[in-house]
């Protein structure tokens, strides 16, 4: 779900999640309760694990009222928020494309529904390489409100002066970008080819098609849709006849 055409202004501000893009948790460890099992993905759908998150429950508030409710230790649970706080890293590929993207001037936030522990156990371990790249971080727990609710879109929207129709919100739950949607924003939940729909969204096409003449001096191979080569003189005859003389220095 990509909003982009040729009417949509050029995105000045980016909003970004942190769960499912910076970070891939695994969220099927079990804890045993009197009956069976419970997930942890399951647990962090609850309307407690939500309070949670909106800085409402402490850590040992939380996994408290979790255990009586589900009927586990709340000392397991307790346990596994500890492995995931010591060992979850951030990845540095992603983290890379948005350090290139913050290149082109454009302002970046980060935007989570996280605990106020889980924040700050994060905050501690990972480094400023990866901090650095946001303008500044928007918590559920400091806001006291989590997405998708609208009244945590119009914050972050105040706190930054950013324009509606000049943002643009990554996060891998289709509910919160379809909330971004509703307020005038652009996005999508779609995180394949990232790089290829940040690039669209902040870069000139003009200059970015340029450089790709620049790049390619009168080459121009046909391929399929898998990137096979296909030995053929057409296509690049009828590039080159359109572009004549005015990119000859491109093509010498």
């Excluded at 779900?1 to 000045?12: E, L």
């Excluded at 806001?143 to 930054?160: C, E, W």
């Excluded at 509703?182 to 729909?197: A, D």
């Excluded at 940040?198 to 790709?212: E, H, I, K, T, Y």
Aim: aromatic fraction near 10%; glycine fraction near 4%; proline fraction near 4%.
């Amino acid at each position: 779900m990509v909003s982009i055409n040729a009417a949509n202004p050029r995105v000045t501000t980016i909003l970004v999640d942190l769960g499912g893009v910076f970070m891939h948790p695994q969220l099927e460890s079990k804890l045993a309760t009197r009956e069976s099992a419970i997930s942890l993905r399951r647990i962090m759908s609850t309307a407690v694990w939500m309070d949670y998150e909106a800085g409402q429950l402490s850590d040992r508030e939380c996994f408290d009222q979790l255990a009586k409710e589900y009927h586990f230790q709340a000392s397991d649970l307790a346990q596994i928020i500890k492995s995931f706080r010591d060992t979850i890293c951030y990845d540095q590929a992603t983290a890379s494309i948005f350090k290139e993207i913050k290149q082109s001037g454009t302002r970046i936030f980060l935007v989570s529904n996280i605990s106020k522990e889980d924040y700050a156990a994060l905050r501690h371990r990972w480094d400023d390489e990866f901090w650095s790249i946001f303008d500044r971080v928007f918590t559920s727990s400091d806001l006291g409100v989590r997405k998708p609710s609208l009244r945590f879109y119009r914050q972050v929207l105040r706190a930054t002066r950013a324009l509606p129709h000049e943002t643009f919100f990554l996060d891998d739950r289709p509910e919160n970008v379809l909330a971004a949607l509703s307020v005038g924003m652009r996005g999508t939940f779609n995180m394949s080819e990232l790089y290829r729909t940040l690039n669209n969204l902040v870069g000139d096409p003009v200059q970015r098609g340029l450089g790709f003449l620049r790049r390619q001096r009168g080459h121009f191979p046909t391929t399929t849709q898998h990137g096979e080569p296909i030995a053929e003189n057409y296509a690049p005859l009828l590039i080159l006849e359109a572009l004549k003389d005015q990119y000859a220095s491109f093509l010498s």
